[in-house]
């Protein structure tokens, strides 16, 4: 069987045993400014961000972005209205395909480079934020961390069947190295910052 | 694949043909090369996390296979089906199986370098099974009927022009269209209706976490998400290399892998699979595939550190100015040649000649790999095990016949000298490999050893 005797080749030919580093502790700049840099980093990969005041200035931004988008669904019941339909769970990922615009609350968001921490459990369906024509991550300040040890601190032993991080529009440069937003899944991602 | 007979210099000389698309290609990877500079130096802790990054991965190393059993227990209790594949053609198989018994005939595929190394596509399409590749390079390439020429930008060596005359034919775009974005757009659309009618999808796999039996999927374009989250079966490759001990060690990978690779802070997904979705199938298949010989080979284990980022083959002179293809390997580049002997030393006994040893594949190797110094290592396996080729080994001898005699040497070096000045035809010509594509230098009036009597013994 291949299983053991892939293993038995290992335990003969794999070096003494070498320790794992003892800490992952990296040097960090305690003044910079979490808000500032995580803006920074995701305008600087083609995302657009909105600081608001709180979710009743939200709706109508969405509104303004998205005139004539068919399909909007909302995975937070804070931002479901008339205009915003909830999301709502069907078992084939495939009828998804026509959503022009999804809503999300991520779990972590990290400052050094624009990357949003969503579980499985936030998402509707896992296919959501990948099929979605356009992405809508509302992004609570006080989930920034500065770094990608700070978030899986945070992290920590949690149990998701699926989670991932996201940073931005899906993009390609591999025509020519022409950068293009908007390869296979979203054409755009907007955050909404709020305190 | 085309040309798998014929050598680095021989497919080196066939890219070199196009002065003008030798100096393209090389300034890009230069470029790329630069993006990843300024992205290293933006972290002042960079050289602390490539000292940790390869830390981890020595302890990886060092105790393999407790950490796989302990990934697939892990795996097993969340549900996912994990295959062993001692080989290419066991991986092969067990992936045929699947497809098999699921009834399924066509499957899309995200990037993965190591069914790239297995030839899975070809094997599959002999079973009359279609499948189609999802990252935007790697369907490019597809559609040229070529292998990719670089592990993260499959189609480095193509140019807009040449790829929408692909489009052209296979897709129905415009003749002569080659703005990327049109071009793009095209493909979305093309895969896009592949992704919704494929009831598999295969992924690659970059990190495998010991401790929680989840694997980790890198990708900028959501290919790999969007094949995965739509199909009832997902089946993700791995070389048994990819484990790392802990979930937090992440932290460090990720922020090493793509500021390596392009520069950029993070790639656009990083997607965490643990367990398959309510009535979906998940399989993981381990696959060896020689890398337990490798790992018994004391001064080349530790190119299995290797993430596949890709930033020894933008730095190296070598590869820039010869293209992927020349190293006729699924990895090509600095990495390539260190990892493809071990697989075939007969077969690849020139890869590791094709480097100057300049040193730059370690300075930027994120995990610390020795690159140059086992490109200098298996020069000598090969040449002891009788792998050289005949002129390299006939040059070498003459060199130590040379070298090891100070009258030889210094006669040759005048003969040298006076040829180039007296008869600078006699070398410049078809018959000195050095010749081609290159200038030979002026000849000096005199050598250093002369200057030096000359003016300080005095």
């Not at chain 2, 990886?60 to 089906?81: C, H, R, T, W």
């Amino acid at each position: 069987m291949s299983r053991d005797k892939i293993l038995a080749a290992l335990r003969q030919n794999q070096p003494e045993k070498v320790p794992l580093p003892t800490t992952l502790a990296f040097e960090r700049d305690a003044n910079l400014n979490l808000a500032e840099k995580f803006k920074a980093m995701a305008e600087g990969i083609g995302s657009k961000v909105y600081m608001v005041a709180g979710f009743d200035e939200i709706g109508p931004v969405i509104g303004m972005d998205f005139p004539s988008e068919k399909r909007i669904v909302s995975t937070v019941p804070e931002l479901v209205s008339a205009a915003i339909p909830a999301f709502v769970l069907d078992a084939d990922p495939q009828t998804y395909e026509d959503v022009d615009v999804a809503i999300f609350k991520p779990r972590i968001a990290v400052a050094e480079n624009s990357a949003l921490w969503i579980t499985e459990d936030r998402m509707g369906v896992r296919a959501l934020p990948f099929i979605t024509q356009h992405i809508i991550m509302l992004v609570d300040i006080a989930l920034l961390v500065p770094d990608m040890h700070a978030a899986y601190e945070k992290i920590g032993a949690a149990d998701y069947g699926f989670s991932t991080f996201i940073a931005g529009p899906s993009k390609t440069a591999d025509i020519e190295q022409s950068l293009v937003l908007g390869a296979h899944g979203p054409r755009s991602m907007t955050i909404f910052m709020y305190s | 694949m085309d040309g798998a007979t014929q050598t680095h210099p021989e497919l080196s000389e066939i890219f070199n043909k196009d002065e003008e698309r030798v100096d393209w290609h090389d300034e890009t990877l230069w470029w790329i090369r630069q993006k990843r500079d300024k992205s290293a130096h933006s972290i002042p802790e960079w050289e602390q996390l490539r000292e940790t990054a390869s830390q981890i991965k020595n302890n990886v190393l060092s105790d393999l296979s407790s950490y796989l059993v302990s990934f697939e227990e892990k795996a097993l209790a969340n549900g996912i089906v994990v295959h062993w594949a001692a080989d290419a053609a066991e991986h092969n198989r067990i992936v045929h199986g699947i497809l098999k018994e699921n009834g399924i005939q066509q499957m899309v595929k995200s990037k993965s370098m190591l069914t790239e190394e297995c030839h899975l596509n070809e094997y599959l399409e002999q079973q009359g099974l279609d499948v189609i590749d999802s990252d935007l390079g790697e369907r490019i390439v597809q559609l040229a009927k070529e292998p990719p020429s670089h592990i993260v930008l499959p189609c480095i060596h193509k140019k807009k022009e040449e790829i929408g005359d692909l489009f052209h034919i296979h897709l129905g775009v415009p003749a002569g269209t080659s703005d990327p974005q049109i071009l793009t757009e095209t493909a979305r659309q093309h895969l896009r209706e592949t992704f919704l009618t494929r009831r598999a999808a295969l992924t690659g796999v970059n990190f495998a976490i010991a401790e929680t039996g989840e694997f980790v999927v890198c990708t900028n374009e959501g290919n790999a998400d969007m094949g995965a989250h739509l199909a009832d079966v997902h089946i993700a490759s791995m070389g048994i290399e990819k484990i790392i001990p802990e979930r937090r060690h992440l932290g460090v990978f990720l922020r090493l892998l793509t500021r390596s690779a392009t520069g950029q802070p993070i790639t656009t997904y990083s997607s965490h699979f643990k367990k398959p979705r309510p009535g979906q199938q998940m399989h993981i298949v381990i696959v060896d595939n020689g890398r337990t010989i490798q790992m018994g080979r004391e001064d080349f284990r530790n190119s299995l550190k290797c993430i596949r980022c890709g930033a020894c083959m933008n730095t190296c002179p070598v590869y820039r100015r010869s293209g992927g293809h020349s190293y006729h390997n699924a990895i090509s580049g600095p990495i390539g040649a260190i990892l493809a002997p071990n697989l075939d030393m007969k077969k690849y006994a020139d890869l590791p000649f094709a480097s100057t040893l300049c040193g730059s594949c370690s300075n930027v190797c994120p995990v610390k790999i020795d690159i140059h110094q086992q490109l200098y290592k298996w020069r000598q396996v090969i040449v002891k095990e009788g792998y050289a080729d005949s002129t390299k080994k006939i040059g070498m001898q003459l060199m130590t016949f040379t070298l090891s005699s100070p009258v030889v040497y210094r006669t040759a070096g005048k003969a040298g000298r006076w040829f180039l000045k007296h008869v600078p035809f006699a070398v410049n010509n078809k018959f000195n490999p050095w010749y081609k594509q290159r200038d030979m230098p002026e000849a000096p009036a005199e050598s250093f050893g002369e200057w030096y009597k000359k003016n300080v013994k005095k």
